[in-house]
């Protein structure tokens, strides 16, 4: 079988009028807003000319890609005065996990999210985004401060996956994402999961059970990477691109499904070609659906929450 | 090799099949733990091998279309006729040691134990069951976790399937985990992992993520016994290591206790 052309060679021409763009706003000539207006419209249209082609295992690198905007970013764009709550108080702090408190519309809410890192120092430091247990289990300390307080839940998801590694496996991964299922599932409080990049199985679900599951236009969410799939059922690397589309893994296709609530519009290009219009984007949907939970009693948000999980799935009976 | 004898997969020594049965199928030489299926479970754990089976009207569906070297549907079907069962899971009802209890046994012969919508459905509608009724719920989980061919469908089974357990909780009821090799991904990090008590075979591998996929990504050989039922054990995540012949009698005593009735 031929392999697909990688998105990054697909995006060249719309990187490259990134780039113009990029140059027209640092040096703030002028004028300079008009010649980004055309630019940003000559984006538009090679988008609108190579989106339709894009297959789900290209959707994928979008997902992954090194310029995509990251939960810090977010943070900071949507959020103000974030202050990170550090350890599990029980044996370490993941840094592949950030969470904490912040204001929202003028608000306290708890938020987190997995934090891949930019530089190569930095994705070393974050371990990429690929939690242990300690991380799951800070994610769990927050939860509960919110409840106690009644602050809303904001999640951020990011991740290839939870990690798997010997420690992770001998300070209990599973426990640790299963624990957190059963406490998101009854929390008192608001949660909002926003699934930015990468969705991860177990390691993605273990801080993405909410009210409500907002998903980017062009992230994926998985029972499990394509890689991992191909070479579990295909015994074969290169059929990463067959398995892509077996799992139904974008958004439009959950959306199908009912895995998830609402689809969150991504610029021409993607989110790291426009990352402020993506925050906008974000910001707003994210607003609507916080003030409309806001509204329900916590009885209600738990008993919805429950019915909404409880109905997934699809069987007949006969 | 007669229908009647049979070879230990651990001591290699061939056994009178009669032998192993007798002794709850467990190797009388080396203590080899044979794979039950479902339905031996049950019939194991319930008092005089007798139960209901419910549920059995819940049958699953290719709702992906899914396609690897088989398509997921004509999967199902051979794995439906190979193990005369609808799914991987049978949920029971029953007495144990005298006390109504629900038990859920996941069977490894059918695609590995996974976890679909079916098996969610089913367990969650069990651990409802076992909350309407106020009685105890057990799971015997066997399986290599998320069934790969209902993509994200499967994921939101952990969900389900945990929430189900978290309102088993509220109420009050014990809920017990028995983990038979091997439990592993999406399985073990949902129901498998949330016992009040959580009860291992010996030697079972129990795990989030395979060996495999550990060794390819730390890029170095797992030291001996990992993610075995004694490392978890030794590492806190477990009750206890209970072999199979003195599983009846514990599950009783773990009843009694929880339930606060003294024999
Ligand atoms: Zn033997």
Known sequence: ?318 | MSSLWTRCNNCQRILYKEDILDNHSVCPECAFHFRLSASEWLAMLYDDGQFDVCDHEIKPQDPLNFVDSQPYHKRLADNQRKTSLPEAVVNGLGTIGGMRVAVSALDFAFMGGSMGSVVGEKITRAAERALAEKIPFIIVSCSGGARMQEGALSLMQMVKTSAALGRLEKAGLPFFSVLADPTTGGVTASFAMLGNLNIAEPNALIGFAGPRVIEQTIKEKLPKGFQRSEFLLSHGMIDEVVPRKNLRPYLVRALRLFLNKSA
């Not at chain 1, 140059?23 to 190579?50: D, H, N, S, Y």
């Not at chain 1, 900071?76 to 599990?88: C, I, K, P, V, W």
């Not at chain 1, 798997?164 to 994402?177: H, L, T, V």
């Not at chain 1, 989110?271 to 003030?291: C, G, R, S």
């Open chain 1, 1 to 318: 079988m031929t392999k697909p052309e990688d998105f990054y060679a697909l995006e060249k021409p719309i990187a490259a009028l990134k780039e113009q763009i990029d140059a027209l706003l640092l040096a703030g000539e002028p004028g300079f807003k008009e010649k980004v207006a055309a630019l940003r419209l000559e984006i538009e249209t090679e988008w609108q000319k190579l989106q339709p082609r894009l297959i789900p295992s290209q959707i994928v690198q979008v997902a992954r890609h090194p310029k995509r905007p990251l939960t810090l970013e977010y943070i900071n764009a949507l959020m103000t005065d974030f202050m990170e709550m550090h350890g599990d108080r029980r044996f370490g702090d993941d840094p592949a996990l950030v969470a904490g408190l912040a204001f929202y519309k003028g608000q306290t809410v708890a938020v987190m999210g997995h934090q891949k890192g930019r530089t190569t120092r930095e994705r070393i430091d974050r371990n990429f985004g690929q939690m242990n247990p300690e991380g799951y289990r800070k994610a769990y300390r927050v939860f509960r401060e919110a409840e106690k307080f009644g602050f809303p839940v904001i999640t951020f998801i990011d991740t290839q996956g939870a990690y798997p590694g010997i420690g992770a496996e001998e300070r209990g991964q599973a426990e640790a994402i299963a624990f957190n299922l059963k406490v998101m599932s009854g929390l008192r409080v608001p949660i909002v999961c926003v699934i930015i990049g990468e969705g991860g199985s177990g390691g993605a679900l273990g801080i993405g059970v909410g009210d409500q599951i907002l998903m980017l236009e062009n992230a994926y969410y998985s029972v499990i990477s394509p890689e991992g799939c191909a070479a579990i059922l295909w015994k074969d690397q290169s059929a990463v691109q067959q398995a892509a589309e077996n799992l139904h893994i974008r958004a439009a296709d959950l959306l199908k499904l009912g895995v998830i609530d609402k689809i969150i519009p991504e610029p021409p290009g993607g989110a790291h070609i426009d990352p402020e219009t993506t925050f906008k984007n974000t910001d707003k949907i994210v607003h609507q659906t916080l003030t409309k939970l806001k509204a329900k009693t916590a009885d209600d948000l738990v008993d919805e929450r429950y019915a909404k999980f409880r109905k997934m799935g699809v069987y007949v009976v006969s």
